[in-house]
Antibody
């Protein structure tokens, strides 16, 4: 079965960077684009961007351009999301997910809580 | 401020039918399919509806989706206590070149 297992919770200071990992299993890693979505406490879902694990091509939401970098390691079937210049408002649960249009193929990681605190 | 607009809350009593709306524009709902997610506290979103009105296997037929123009709706009939959750609509936005979500609707079963 498809599994997306994310790295553990992080606490970072303002201005620092955080790198969250998402290890995929149960499907062909290069066949599905990986998405990142975040959810601030008590707030809704916010799409951050997407990476194609096959060639590494990325597309980021305008809000995060310049601060987010998504990479992948095909040898370990792992995708990474790095967010830099952290602000208090970046405190959120970060999810990796894969989905397709037109089918019910839709899988999410368990989420990684990133807390930005001085 | 979410690109897709949902009411922040909805409620109903057991057995009732409730509807949650999702309003968008021509660049998202108007030209792409809609998904609906259910999110229980401290868990990842779970797909409830895809392609506007299709249910994944395992989702009860009490849940149904529809779309008309630039709006979509999720209907839950025969409301049950375990339906108490947050519900989100989602669609691709051609102008933003990214996925957009509604702000979420918190459903309370009275």
């Amino acid at each position: 079965q498809v599994q997306l297992v994310q790295s553990g919770a992080e606490v970072k200071k303002p201005g620092a960077s955080v790198k969250v990992s998402c290890k995929a299993s149960g499907y062909t890693f290069t066949n599905y684009h990986m998405q990142w979505v975040r959810q601030a406490p008590g707030q809704g879902l916010e799409w951050m961007g997407i990476i194609n694990p096959s060639g590494g091509r990325t597309s980021y939401a305008q809000k995060f351009q310049g601060r987010v970098t998504m990479t992948r390691d095909t040898s370990t079937n792992t995708v990474y999301m790095e967010l830099s210049s952290l602000r208090y408002e970046d405190t959120a649960v970060y999810y990796c997910a894969i989905w397709t249009t037109g089918t019910d193929y839709d899988h999410w990681g368990q989420g990684t809580l990133v807390t930005v605190s001085s | 401020q979410s690109v897709l607009t949902q009411p922040p809350s909805a409620s109903g009593t057991p057995g009732q039918r409730v509807t949650i709306s999702c309003s968008g524009s021509s660049s998202n709902i108007g030209s792409n399919t809609v998904k609906w997610y259910q999110q229980l506290p401290r868990t990842a979103p779970k797909l409830l509806i895809y392609s506007n009105n299709q249910r994944p296997s395992g989702v009860p037929d009490r849940f149904s989706g529809s779309k008309s123009g630039t709006s979509a709706s999720l209907a839950i009939s025969g409301l049950q206590s375990e339906d108490e959750a947050d519900y989100y609509c989602a669609a691709w936005d051609d102008s933003l070149n990214g996925r957009v979500f509604g702000g979420g609707t918190k459903l309370t079963v009275l």
